[in-house]
């Protein structure tokens, strides 16, 4: 037999960055418990409004299974004493297993006798058990920003303030923060009434007729359909954002969508003026032409029915007028010095107590981008444009506008790059040199913004390193490592090869230059490397390389992100070929050799055999070559050339013993297979393979 169970948790309005959060909570903690409770079950659904979170389980056994297991106790020699009577080992075992002594049996584990218990729990009344699973449940829950009420030391996400708990059509009966359990729910705080609940099945058509949508992805549809259907009403369309129809639809309970107006002079600002406030601040949707163009219109959607919905939009209206208004006053005025006459005014902004200010962060950033354009043997005109978008990148900072509009920052300083008469080059590296601004962005494509980008990131992270400041686990308070991700996405998507370790002094160096202490750099620099080895395995990763191969190339990583990514890629595509396996057989076999090698350098003329002399001459001849398309990146054609030696090897391990009683023989052949590791092992260290 089986009936529905229902736990509702009503609260205080939730925010809505809770509720994904509380729904992956609910959804494991809860499964966990039945399981460990042993309560079969046919369906669990998990539901959030802003008002409430709820459990429904369909088809909950009224029973618990019976548990029936033999337990594993102490070894037998340890069990009984040398009259064959129980132990205090063996009497504890039993009282802990609720058995008696004389009830335990013996059994062999892997040739070893084990005393064991035969356990059996008969099953309880699944009534008797859901009140502590409700208690365990609500207690599980853990919330970004929890809060206290009343006289209570419990933290909750938002003050309760009524529980429901039905298991079919009884209630659950428990005390919980001065509230009983009951069936008594609440609707629409301003459309709805407090309702009695008969049973669980019919809960979520129930809250509906008290204008609760208490189905989070019923609401999610309702207001995506309701937001296209106005649009397509106004001649538009609304792009997709997942982000904010999942905010909008989490503080909605009962979603009407509706369209307003912005006035005609307002649409002369740029477009990121005018989105910014009505997505960022006011969670509208943007309403733009078939052909992607801005029109006058934003949706929004409200929490409640059809009613006065003309004075909704109204007061919809006025907030972004407000906005605007302030929006078009800090754009004239902002206008009416060029970007380049703002920089002075960074030097009054402390970027951090310990490394100094935006002003001289500007300086550090500039000099850095100097550096990588020389790596990049970049021509005066490029480097010049470089150092002029380095200059004025962080000039918008200052700006009206990116003071009270934050998120504008960037672009913000490439609208007034260009409307202070600066080339499009640097206006673009304005723009660009933020991003990646978080996971999934588009990488900078312009030479200006990749490589002030690459140094604004990495003035950061040398700084931030340099300080103790390094992530420590899930803590990542300055987003450093999305940071060096960014790096490394730049480094490869631009198939630069940059050394880094060049560029930490250099960032380092820097700092000394201004006066600002940091760490040794010989200190932090492992870190630093390690820091990157491992953002740049992410990537690989994420671009579904295999781990092993991974391990491999990073085992004996050089200073350049891209040539170690490229050699994963090279390790990948030959690893799937036929002549691979005696490929890493020969090179195992040579690497677990020359470990033994007391001398890297070989010395031909103490070799005697025509087989390994054969070699000697097969790495001579190639030798050359294959350095200089290691040097060149190209590991495809190094490898094909290393391939070749494998013949060579399997002809030398036919015709003589490497460990032979005279030494100077054992260790010319010895060094002989160094030599073959380091071309082998062109792609990486091949014994980490699976």
Request: hydrophobic share 40%; aromatic share 8%.
């Amino acid at each position: 037999m089986a009936k529905d169970f229902l736990l509702e948790i009503g609260t205080e309005e939730l925010p809505a960055k809770f509720a994904p959060g509380v729904l992956q909570q609910l959804n494991e903690k809860a499964r966990k418990q039945l399981q460990e409770l042993r309560l079969d079950f046919s369906e669990l659904k998990v539901y959030t409004t802003p008002r409430r979170m709820a459990v429904l389980i369909n088809g909950l056994a009224e029973k618990q299974t019976d548990l029936s297991a033999e337990v594993k106790g102490p070894a037998v020699k340890a069990a009984y004493d040398a009259q064959g009577s129980p132990t205090k080992a063996a009497q504890g075992f039993a009282r802990g297993q609720g058995v008696d002594p004389k009830d335990l049996f013996v059994q062999d584990l892997n040739g070893v006798p084990y005393v064991y218990a035969r356990k059996f729990e008969a099953g309880k009344p699944a009534a008797e058990l859901l009140a502590q699973f409700c208690l365990d449940l609500i207690n599980g829950l853990h919330f970004p920003k929890p809060m206290r009420w009343a006289d209570l030391d419990f933290r909750f996400a938002r003050p309760i303030r009524w529980i429901v708990a039905l298991f079919g059509t009884e209630v659950i009966p428990f005390e919980f923060v001065g509230l009983s359990s009951g069936r008594v729910t609440r609707g629409h705080r301003t459309l709805g009434h407090d309702l009695e609940l008969k049973e669980p099945a019919n809960y979520v058509e129930d809250l509906r007729q008290v204008y609760v949508m208490v189905d989070p992805e019923e609401r999610e549809k309702v207001i995506w359909d309701q937001i296209q259907k106005l649009a397509q009403g106004a001649g538009g369309t609304v792009d997709e954002d997942a982000e904010l129809l999942e905010e909008v639809m989490h503080i909605v309970e009962y979603p009407t969508a509706l369209m307003g107006r912005v006035a005609d002079k307002y649409m002369k600002l740029p477009e990121a003026v005018i989105t910014t406030p009505m997505k960022d601040h006011q969670r509208y949707f943007p309403v733009r032409s078939q052909d992607g163009k801005l029109l006058p219109y934003f949706i929004t959607v409200r929490n409640g029915g059809t009613h006065a919905l003309d004075k909704v939009q109204a007061g919809n209206e006025k907030v972004l007028k407000a906005r605007l208004e302030d929006a078009a006053f800090y754009y004239r005025e902002d206008q009416k010095q060029p970007l380049a006459d703002l920089v002075g005014k960074l030097d009054r902004i402390v970027y951090h107590d310990k490394l100094g200010t935006v002003g001289q962060r500007v300086e550090r950033i500039r000099g850095l981008a100097q550096t990588i354009a020389e790596q990049l043997n970049q021509n005066e005109e490029k480097k010049s444009q470089i150092d002029r978008t380095a200059l004025l990148a962080k000039a918008d900072l200052v700006t009206q506008m990116v003071y009270d509009f934050p998120e504008l920052q960037g672009i913000m300083g490439a609208e007034y790059a260009t409307l202070s008469g600066e080339p499009e080059e640097v206006a673009t590296g304005i723009l660009e040199h933020y991003q990646p601004r978080f996971a999934g962005d588009a990488l900078p494509q312009s030479l200006t913004g990749q490589v002030v980008s690459i140094a604004d990131k990495l003035d950061a992270i040398v700084g931030s390193f340099g300080i103790g400041l390094q992530p420590t686990g899930s803590q990542d308070p300055y987003a450093l490592r999305r940071q060096a991700q960014g790096v490394v996405g730049i480094l490869l998507d631009a198939d630069w090869n940059i050394s880094l370790e060049k560029l930490f002094a250099a960032s380092y160096e820097s700092f000394n230059r201004q006066g600002v202490k940091l760490e040794p750099l010989a200190d932090i620099l492992p870190a630093l490397q390690d820091f990157f080895l491992q953002r740049l395995r992410y990537v690989l990763q994420e671009q579904g390389f295999r781990y092993d191969a991974i391990d491999a190339v990073l085992a004996n990583a050089g200073d350049s992100m891209t040539r170690t990514a490229k050699r994963v890629s090279a390790l990948t595509e030959k690893r799937e070929t036929p002549e691979f396996t005696p490929y890493v057989q020969a090179f195992i076999r040579c690497l677990n050799l020359s470990k033994k090698a007391e001398t890297q350098a070989l010395k031909t003329k103490d070799l005697v055999d025509p087989a390994e002399i054969a070699l000697a001459e097969a790495i001579t001849l190639r030798k050359e070559r294959f350095d200089n398309l290691v040097m060149m990146g190209d590991y495809d054609q190094a490898y094909q050339i290393a391939s070749e030696l494998v013949p060579f090897i399997e002809k030398l391990f036919e015709a003589v013993m490497i460990m032979v009683e005279d030494e100077k023989l054992k260790q010319a052949r010895l060094a002989l297979l160094s030599e073959c590791v380091e071309m082998l092992g062109c792609l990486g260290d091949l014994s980490a393979l699976a």
